[in-house]
């Protein structure tokens, strides 16, 4: 069998154009999240060694859906195809009230967006874009923070738990003493170490800090949690706290490609915040048309929730049979100490066909792996078996 292509089919086969990217970008670029850097390094990576790219059989560095979007989206899509002449004035307003009904807030409360990523980065500006500090705890979602550096602001860390999450206490300790606190970040669950805060805990929290300081909660992987262990931060929102919300049909609608996403806060943040973006005018009437046929699709959503389960079981059983132990996720990704140099086990990983992330913190190399099929996770396994023996 053929495991390698020309570089350029493997652009085009792994949608690697979609991204905006290509191969003759060889520089990072910190306005790119960590996915598409991921994809950048690997193109890089074996241009550098002169090498075809292999192909790529189980994408598993950028948190996608490998389910794909729903089919009552796909449909609707394609119908919206023949109004793709008009602006998306009518769409978006129609997805904003969709949202607010279910949330239980006002459209004006509610941001769209083309993908989260766009706001990230608009709350960045907004806050960072004079200078000042953003609190938040590390290992977490670099996107908003890197964009805010970029700004010359300062990010201000603590460590995390040993479980893996956010030290809330340590956070507000920090708070306290440290003066230039312009915006205080949170991803939960959090992005890559799959880990949640209790409910209670995180609205207790936002409930006090925002009063001094406003608080982001980046909510990208909160449709794969079990009612029980999602936190009802919208109901912030209508009680006027100065929270921010930011959530992504990426994930869970399998929308990362079409870009959707939205924020939530107070409607004078949002009117404040929408000065420096064009929110919904940016997003494409298919996709909005879309969106909201996947909003409305909950058997869809079940479905993908439900085999990212059953993947994720598979991967945590081959994991646990090679030794390895893991983070217990409660999103559409996992992260496990490796014992091979960060660089070595991608490209390895990469070499037979595997994307996969990693990381070094607490001094040890980390693979963030994403949830794919069943299939796809012992694709991973057979590859990992064969990389780390
Ligand atoms: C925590 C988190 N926030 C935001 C995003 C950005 O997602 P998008 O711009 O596709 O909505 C991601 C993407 O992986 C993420 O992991």
Redesign the pocket.
Known sequence: MNHSINRRDWLRNSALLATGLSAGLSQWNPSL?A?ARQEQAFVNEFARLGEDLPVLRARLF??ENPHGISPKAREALIKAIDVGNRYAFREGAMLREMIAGKEGIKPENILLCA????L?MTAALFFTGRGGKILTSRPT?D?LLDCASAFKAEIVSVPQTKEHRYDLNAMKAKLASTEGIKLVYI?NPN?PTGTILPPDELTAFCKEVSQTVPVFV?E??IDFLAPADRPNLAKLVTEGYNVIL?R???KIHGF?GL?L?YGMAPAKLVKEISAYNRGEYEISVTTITAGMASYNDQDWQNFCRTENAKAREVLYKGLQQLGYEYVPSYTNFVLFPIRMKTKTFENQMFRNGVGTQTRDFDNQPWCRVSIGTVDEMNIFLDAFKKVTS
């Open positions: 999240s996915a950028a948190n993908g989260s990523s766009e990230l979602y996107d991803c992005n980046d990208a992987y930011a992504t049909f990426s990362a870009r996403g």
